[in-house]
């Protein structure tokens, strides 16, 4: 892989990539059969352990010490404090004290409700990863941000909660639905073009002729020293929304009832090759780079255009909405010193861009 790749540490065919947090540092454990050392992972001391998954997950771990299993239901609509209350009230009729430990077996929807479940009930019990899509391994269920939708946006409500270790399974993998795969596939394209340091070289074309276990390891290792750097998002952590301005702005519009099936991941692809068209309109990067942009979206299977049918006018506006962008058009942008945020990006620059990917006004 190329340079300034994380090493991990590989031990009987798992990876073990640290995230360096001062008192909450943990590992995230990956490779086939990842789920099986969930038993050494548990915080020490703890009798109990509520799993938390979805019916449709067919993913069995075996815990070690009394187990109860608890299900919420599918879908973002499930990612709710009605959910969370639902949840926690049966925790607590099943008598789940602070030493316990919570452990979610899942996608992001999983790891996102029952992360903030951990973070509030009793304010505050253990809880551990074991994540089962694509799209959590390379990025949900790693970092520590939990948190659920209210009616007026996404994740407008939650916790920094870090997890005790994230178990990611590349074994659980195989039952995943093709636009599931997608999805995950569209943070990897984004982690392709992020350095891990500040003024290494991003892995770029290399990451996609690599093993699925290295591009999770790859993905991880990244969002660990992302995070580890800034634990709650001020400067770096923004990078991680390479591509994801256009993306959060083609979701709400998805929601808002507009023509648009993308999975999250497909919306980031889509939002990379954009970011890459408006760093060039910008004078920051060369039509190779953009070039190279597209290629990787294109080899990873996943859309590069805007979907027809919606105005250019209307994405402009919810990009402003954006909660990271603070009401500034903000978009992270390759140039010379790789991607960065840049702010206060005039919205004739953005309208072009949409326009000149084919977008009405
Ligand atoms: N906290 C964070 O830092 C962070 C980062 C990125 C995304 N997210 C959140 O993650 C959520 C999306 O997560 P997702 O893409 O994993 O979606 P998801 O959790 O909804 O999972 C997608 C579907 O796959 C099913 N599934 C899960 N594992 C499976 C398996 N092994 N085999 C077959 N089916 C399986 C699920 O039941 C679901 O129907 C969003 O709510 C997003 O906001 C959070
Ligand atoms: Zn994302």
Partial sequence: MGEGAAAPAAAGGLVRVPVALAERGYEVVIGPGARTVLGEVLPPGARMAAVVTQEGIGVDVEVGIEARRFTIPDGEAAKSLSTVEALCRRLAAAGLSRADVVVAVGGGVVTDVAGFAAASYLRGVAYVNVATTLLAQVDAAVGGKTGVNLPEGKNL????????????????????PEREWASGRGEIAKCAFLPAEPGAAAPGTALLAATLEEQVAWCVGLKATVVAADEREGGRRMLLNYGHTLAHALEGLALAGAPVDLRHGEAVAVGLVFAAELARRLGRVDEARVEEHRQVVASLGLPAAVPPGLSAGRLVEYMQRDKKARHDLTFVLDG????EPVASVAPDEVLATLAAMGCEP
């Fill in 157 to 176: 409500v939650g916790a920094f909660w870090q997890p005790a270790a994230v178990l990611c399974d590349t074994e659980v993998l195989s039952s995943l």
């Fill in 336 to 339: 010379p010193r790789g991607p």
